[in-house]
């Protein structure tokens, strides 16, 4: 009986999907299997295989491609180095032994302006990745929807939306997880994306902290109130905390939290060419736009509002 073919028209694959638990790993798994590829998740135990990815793995089943979503948690040091470095190099060292073939990576687009630990975690497995002799596929996306849609309760609840400097301090192309499952799913046949780091982004032009709430606005019909913190005034709390850290444990992790939210309220998500952001220079994927996801988020609360409201 002939095999049967990926959505491609190409053989499909044994794909092995690691961090399938997190919105990015759930988006993969299930473009994958949709391109008709045998898929198993690897990790926690409620995923396909139980297995402890921060010890050296033993794992028997044979596969052809390795799709790694995993990422830290925090952003803490530690946390960083012990997942973003130690537990992917865990994977890619059993995956050199298990005879897989292509191992696809999601990274963030973050790493090219590396300042912060996980950046540099990060940085170091991907190095690991290219010299490994395996083919790789190292996407490195930018803003995700999720990411982007924290101010939601608070522009519901009537609260302003907080914007750093006069909000057009940072831009980006954001991307839904379906959007970048399935550019994951696509480096396994496309031999373009083969060997190759893939800066990737969302539909559209580059948008900034203002565009989102005149996005917002529209869909509520409402004018959003607006407060601008300054960007100093993060760096200002780093400083304090960073202080206070070298006798406090939890001022060290507040610290480096203020620290990472810092470099997300001054860094854009796009491609830096080492001396600019360059929305142009930005690959851009997909169909679904943030608005979209706006919309649709809003639309579903109004709906929920009525069904609380209703009168029987």
Same mark, same amino acid.
């Given at each position: 009986?002939?095999? *049967?073919?990926?959505?491609?028209?190409?053989?499909?694959? $044994?794909?092995? @999907?690691?961090? !399938?638990?997190?919105? #990015?790993?759930?988006?993969?798994?299930?473009?994958?299997?949709?391109?008709?590829?045998?898929?198993?998740?690897?990790?926690?135990?409620?995923?396909?295989?139980?297995?402890?990815?921060?010890?050296?793995?033993?794992?028997?089943?044979?596969?052809?491609?390795?799709?790694?979503?995993?990422?830290?948690?925090?952003?803490?040091? !530690?946390?960083?180095? #012990?997942?973003?470095?130690?537990?992917?190099?865990?994977?890619?060292?059993?995956?050199?032994?298990?005879?897989?073939?292509?191992?696809?990576?999601?990274?963030?687009?973050?790493?090219? *302006?590396?300042?912060?630990?996980?950046?540099?975690?990060?940085?170091? +497995?991907?190095?690991?990745?290219?010299?490994?002799?395996?083919?790789?596929?190292?996407? $490195?996306?930018?803003? +995700? +929807? *999720?990411?982007?849609?924290?101010?939601?309760?608070?522009?519901?609840?009537?609260?302003?939306?907080?914007? +750093?400097?006069?909000?057009?301090?940072?831009?980006?192309?954001?991307?839904?997880?379906?959007?970048?499952? $399935?550019?994951?799913?696509?480096?396994?046949?496309?031999?373009?994306?083969?060997?190759? @780091?893939?800066?990737?982004?969302?539909?559209?032009?580059?948008?900034?902290?203002?565009?989102?709430?005149?996005?917002?606005?529209?869909?509520?019909?409402?004018?959003?109130?607006?407060?601008?913190?300054?960007? !100093?005034?993060?760096?200002?709390?780093?400083?304090?905390?960073?202080?206070?850290?070298?006798?406090?444990?939890?001022? !060290?992790?507040? #610290?480096?939290?203020?620290?990472?939210?810092?470099?997300?309220?001054?860094?854009?998500?796009?491609?830096?060419?080492?001396? $600019?952001?360059?929305?142009?220079?930005?690959?851009?994927?997909?169909?679904?736009?943030?608005?979209?996801?706006?919309?649709?988020?809003?639309?579903?609360?109004?709906?929920?509002?009525?069904?609380?409201?209703?009168?029987?």
């Amino acid at each position: 009986m002939p095999e *049967k073919a990926s959505l491609t028209g190409a053989p499909p694959k $044994r794909v092995a @999907v690691f961090g !399938a638990t997190g919105t #990015a790993g759930q988006a993969a798994r299930r473009v994958l299997i949709a391109a008709g590829h045998d898929v198993t998740c690897i990790g926690r135990s409620d995923a396909g295989i139980d297995a402890n990815v921060t010890q050296p793995l033993d794992i028997e089943h044979r596969f052809d491609v390795v799709v790694s979503c995993l990422a830290s948690r925090s952003g803490s040091p !530690a946390d960083a180095w #012990a997942i973003d470095h130690g537990a992917q190099l865990n994977i890619l060292n059993w995956a050199q032994g298990a005879g897989v073939q292509h191992f696809i990576l999601l990274s963030a687009i973050c790493v090219q *302006k590396p300042k912060l630990p996980f950046q540099h975690a990060k940085l170091a +497995f991907e190095a690991a990745l290219i010299q490994s002799g395996l083919t790789y596929s190292i996407v $490195r996306p930018t803003a +995700f +929807f *999720k990411s982007l849609s924290g101010q939601l309760g608070r522009v519901r609840d009537g609260k302003p939306f907080l914007v +750093f400097g006069d909000g057009t301090l940072t831009a980006c192309k954001p991307i839904s997880d379906d959007d970048l499952g $399935r550019f994951i799913t696509g480096c396994i046949d496309d031999p373009l994306r083969h060997n190759q @780091v893939l800066p990737i982004g969302g539909p559209g032009p580059a948008i900034t902290p203002l565009d989102q709430v005149a996005a917002l606005s529209d869909l509520l019909g409402q004018q959003i109130k607006i407060k601008r913190v300054p960007a !100093a005034m993060i760096a200002a709390i780093y400083r304090v905390l960073w202080v206070v850290g070298w006798v406090s444990k939890r001022a !060290a992790d507040k #610290a480096e939290l203020a620290r990472i939210g810092h470099y997300y309220a001054t860094e854009s998500m796009l491609v830096w060419d080492g001396a $600019r952001y360059d929305a142009d220079a930005t690959p851009e994927t997909g169909t679904e736009t943030l608005r979209d996801h706006y919309a649709a988020v809003t639309a579903n609360n109004a709906t929920v509002q009525r069904s609380d409201h209703t009168v029987f």
